[in-house]
């Protein structure tokens, strides 16, 4: 695209970069301005900021010591953060040492196990045991669940649907984790109650694939080059300069 100038200023030119650069700071309310009436109040914004610039220049505000020790604070921040782009900004991942990583991490990678499961839910282990003994006679889980499950899960046959492991209490999630597909649980009290459990079905999470997570591996590693970087940078410079904590 054409830098072209599309104001002058007081013989300062307004250029269509200066534009771009407005436009791409409003983020999303920038689309409030894509058309061309838009434009042209974004134009006149940029001239109304030259505007006071050059009134300001008149009136001598560059010269006041607060304006000072504000463009000093923020040319020292600039300073600061472009020297950290710099020395990160050369670091990259090849598509190879991504694929090492992944293939001696591949756990890491690994989605989540999760589980879909049933549960009765009532006061006492000896209720718990009572329904219990009417599901090994012949009842069917739901109907046990919608007759006696104080959950209100209850009413669909004491159907949880899936979970992860983190989401249910810790004596309900190891007891889920550790039984098999279609297994009836003996009563799991927690601190809600007692618990007779029915496990659905269980996904153990399925094998990664290293182009479904490339970019995740990358990332990873990107992060970690750039810690290095910096810890490594941040010993050499404490060891440079004089450094005194009070």
Not at 116 to 122: E, G, K, T, Y
Not at 162 to 168: D, T
Not at 234 to 245: G, N, S
């Given at each position: 695209m054409e830098n072209k100038v599309i104001a002058i200023v007081d013989g300062r030119e307004i250029n269509e970069?200066?534009?771009?650069s407005l436009v791409h700071s409003l983020g999303q309310n920038a689309a409030r301005f894509a058309s061309e009436d838009g434009r042209q109040k974004l134009i006149e914004e940029l001239v109304t900021q030259e505007l006071f610039y050059s009134d300001a220049m008149e009136n001598g505000l560059n010269k006041d010591e607060e304006f000072i020790t504000a463009?000093?604070?923020?040319?020292?921040?600039?300073?600061?953060q472009y020297a950290l782009s710099k020395l990160l900004g050369t670091v990259s991942v090849s598509d190879e040492e991504a694929l090492e990583y992944f293939n001696n991490h591949k756990d890491t990678?690994?989605?989540?196990?999760?589980?879909?499961?049933?549960?009765?839910?009532?006061?006492s282990k000896e209720k718990a045991e009572e329904i219990l003994a009417e599901i090994n006679a012949g009842l069917t889980f739901e109907d046990a669940a919608k007759q006696y499950s104080s959950c209100p899960s209850s009413e669909r046959g004491g159907d949880l649907g899936?979970?992860?492991?983190?989401?249910?209490v810790p004596?309900?999630?190891n007891a889920v984790f550790s039984?098999?597909?279609?297994?009836?649980?003996?009563?799991?009290?927690?601190?809600?109650?007692?618990?007779?459990?029915?496990?659905?079905?269980?996904?153990?999470?399925?094998?990664?694939?290293?182009?479904?997570?490339?970019?995740?591996?990358?990332?990873f590693l990107m992060s970690a080059k750039h810690n290095d970087i910096y810890t490594a940078k941040?010993?050499?410079?404490?060891?440079?300069?004089?450094?005194?904590?009070k």
């Open positions: 970069s200066h534009l771009v463009a000093e604070n923020m040319y020292s921040n600039l300073l600061k990678f690994r989605a989540a196990a999760t589980a879909r499961a049933q549960h009765i839910l009532v006061d899936e979970f992860g492991r983190g989401q249910m004596e309900f999630e039984m098999e597909v279609d297994e009836v649980s003996a009563p799991v009290q927690t601190q809600f109650g007692y618990h007779i459990i029915k496990l659905v079905s269980i996904n153990s999470g399925a094998e990664p694939e290293f182009e479904a997570t490339k970019d995740q591996v990358k990332q941040q010993a050499e410079l404490k060891a440079k300069y004089t450094v005194e904590m």
